[in-house]
């Protein structure tokens, strides 16, 4: 018997529920044709926005909001990743498809906006072994992965609508400088090898290598896949940092992200999307093919890495902080700490070693 392996959400979790009582007037308001209660779950999430499932009756939506006690206005910009996805549909259909935002903190103490639900498998960070894809077929679910990411990056953003959405000019100073700002506000700890990486990245002064739209979150669990032909994306989710600037950028985000089996224990506790499974390629791999279908060329590979690594820690710094500070108590953030020293270390050996791969040998 075959498994449906479409993504479900599950219980709401302590701290995050939402106020029934005055989110189901609002949704009748906005969606008038709807009928029947409203019942509320979770989705499992990263560490950012908060995602939900809403059902009135037989009708499925997706709710985001930012995460409770965050003062992050660019990052949780409910209003900005509203007007991305509106937009984004029109020139490429693997946005959802976005149906109302709500700037009144009134009805759920925060903006929000309501999306369809496109249903599909996801592949979260830990999956059941009967869901495990065999290597071949997820070697062609990562070439979707990394094609994927050259289609997004060719996107005609201005035929979206979307060309006042960033300043590609200057942008790769600009995420360096914000990057380490950002860290200096979130730092809880001494962390001598952060200090020494952010440093590293200012002295280098690359020049811009293009414009174009970038996701800036882009992995495995933020893809929705086919339920019958997993290599085939149906949606890309989480455009809360999506902007105009340097496509190389997005590459070194996306590497940052990218643990592989032959990685030490240390690096592999720091997956965040199942990219460790057989079939998958590596780092390098995955880059040469992003050059081969994009056309682009890649002479400092170390760099947009090392930046990768760098801005991970300073999320999960940002994350840990909150913690730190009580405003969350899921109990998967309290060790965070420890992962933002292995990001600092990991940088470190990338930058003395001029590689990417083979880090601690």
């Given at each position: ?23 189901e007037p609002y949704l009748h308001k906005q969606l008038p044709d709807l009928s029947g209660s409203l019942t509320i779950r979770q989705f499992p999430s990263g560490f950012s926005n908060l995602t939900y499932l809403i ?47 709500c700037d009144d903190e009134t009805v759920l103490g925060g903006p929000f906006y309501v999306m369809e639900r496109v249903r599909g498998v996801i592949l979260r960070t830990v999956i059941p072994e009967a869901m495990i ?73 690359l020049p811009e290598a293009g414009a174009a739209l970038i996701h800036n979150d882009y992995k495995y669990n933020n893809l929705i896949l086919d339920v019958n032909d997993w290599p085939r994306i149906l949606a890309v ?125």
């Amino acid at each position: 018997m075959k498994i449906d392996w479409t993504d479900q959400p599950g219980d709401v979790r302590p701290g995050e529920a939402l106020d029934v009582a005055r989110l189901e007037p609002y949704l009748h308001k906005q969606l008038p044709d709807l009928s029947g209660s409203l019942t509320i779950r979770q989705f499992p999430s990263g560490f950012s926005n908060l995602t939900y499932l809403i059902q009135v009756g037989t009708e499925e939506f997706v709710l985001r909001r930012p995460p409770f006690g965050v003062n992050i206005k660019t990052a949780h910009d409910m209003g900005r990743e509203y007007t991305i996805l509106s937009h984004l549909r029109r020139v490429y259909q693997k946005a959802p498809r976005a149906l109302f935002y709500c700037d009144d903190e009134t009805v759920l103490g925060g903006p929000f906006y309501v999306m369809e639900r496109v249903r599909g498998v996801i592949l979260r960070t830990v999956i059941p072994e009967a869901m495990i894809p065999p290597p071949a077929l997820m070697r062609r679910i990562a070439d979707s992965f990394i094609d994927n990411l050259v289609e997004l990056h060719a996107v005609d953003y201005q035929a979206a609508g979307l060309g006042n959405l960033g300043r590609p000019a200057g942008y790769v100073q600009r995420q360096i400088e914000g990057w380490a700002r950002r860290y200096q506000q979130a730092r809880t700890d001494d962390l001598p090898e952060l200090e020494r990486v952010s440093a590293w990245l200012a002295e280098q002064a690359l020049p811009e290598a293009g414009a174009a739209l970038i996701h800036n979150d882009y992995k495995y669990n933020n893809l929705i896949l086919d339920v019958n032909d997993w290599p085939r994306i149906l949606a890309v989710l989480d455009w809360e940092m999506a902007t105009l600037g340097d496509p190389l950028m997005d590459v070194g985000t996306m590497l940052g992200y990218w643990i592989e089996p032959d990685d030490p224990p240390m690096m592999q506790t720091l997956r965040f999307s199942p990219t460790m499974l057989p079939g998958n390629p590596s780092r390098e791999a995955l880059v040469e093919r992003y050059i081969r279908q994009s056309g682009r060329d890649i002479p400092h590979l170390v760099f947009y890495y090392v930046y990768g690594v760098f801005k991970l820690a300073v999320i999960i710094q940002q994350i840990y902080r909150r913690y730190k500070l009580g405003f969350t108590q899921d109990a998967r953030f309290a060790h965070l700490d420890q992962e933002v020293r292995l990001c600092g270390q990991i940088a470190v050996q990338a930058i003395e070693k001029k590689r990417i791969d083979r880090l601690f040998e």
